[in-house]
């Protein structure tokens, strides 16, 4: 198995611009995670998908961030308009039932 | 409120030493504890976890203590080896939740 496949690596962009960060999970597995990880506070949880639903999105930062996961193999987080303080490294993560979460290589974001 | 502590930003060991990592967590709903390793430019890897029923979990180098009624637990690696220079997270869960918390992670550099 590919593992959890995240897309794009590295992303810069302008203050203001939409970003789109990309995740497949692994096949299977039927519990998703967006986290954020910044030096202060770690990482963070943003959302939690199970079985393609939203469970619990009180993580996310502000109404400029959204996350939709439109199948089982597939989820974006959209940040429009964004901000120089959303620079960070954004990770996916995949979970089959209980079972220990499988992270992805991250998408390290910067906003000028 | 940070429920997962890892006060120690940073740690440097020599090869061959003993390697402790400390967490602490302020939830005693909290049942379930792992560590990840991540290295740079990859998405954090399982480690290793522990059960609020257990105390001490060991697998190779690597042994996870847990200390319940001082809410600590504890990654001691020995013999350190310069490929475990990582940052380390420890996360907490509790049974019926789907939330891991993470802390803040700890650098660990193992000079040669």
């Known amino acids: 198995d590919a593992g959890v496949i995240q897309s794009p690596r590295h992303e810069v962009t302008e203050m203001g611009q939409e970003v789109t960060l990309r995740c497949k999970p692994i096949?299977?597995?039927?519990?998703l995670f967006w986290y954020r990880q910044t030096m202060m506070r770690g990482l963070e949880l943003l959302i939690y998908f199970n079985n393609n639903v939203p469970i619990d999105d009180s993580g996310m930062p502000e109404d400029r961030f959204s996350a939709k996961m439109p199948n089982a193999s597939f989820s974006t987080l959209k940040i429009q308009p964004s901000e120089p303080r959303d620079s960070a490294v954004y990770f996916c993560a995949s979970r089959a039932g209980d079972e220990k979460l499988f992270f992805g290589s991250g998408t390290q974001l910067s906003v000028l | 409120d940070q429920q997962v502590k890892q006060n120690s930003p940073s740690l440097s060991v020599q090869e061959g030493r003993i390697s402790i990592l400390n967490c602490d967590y302020t939830?005693?709903?909290?049942?379930?504890f792992l560590w990840y390793k991540k290295y740079p430019a990859e998405g954090p890897t399982f480690l290793i976890s522990?059960?609020?029923?257990?105390d001490k979990n060991e697998d190779g180098r690597f042994t996870v203590f847990l200390n319940k009624s001082a809410k600590h637990l504890s990654l001691h690696i020995v013999p350190s080896q310069p490929g475990d220079s990582a940052v380390y997270f420890c996360a907490a869960s509790a049974t019926g939740t789907y939330k891991y918390i993470f802390g803040t992670g700890t650098r660990l550099k193992v000079l040669a």
């Open positions: 522990i059960s609020s029923i257990k």
């Open positions: 096949s299977g597995h039927n519990s």
């Open positions: 939830n005693s709903m909290f049942d379930y």
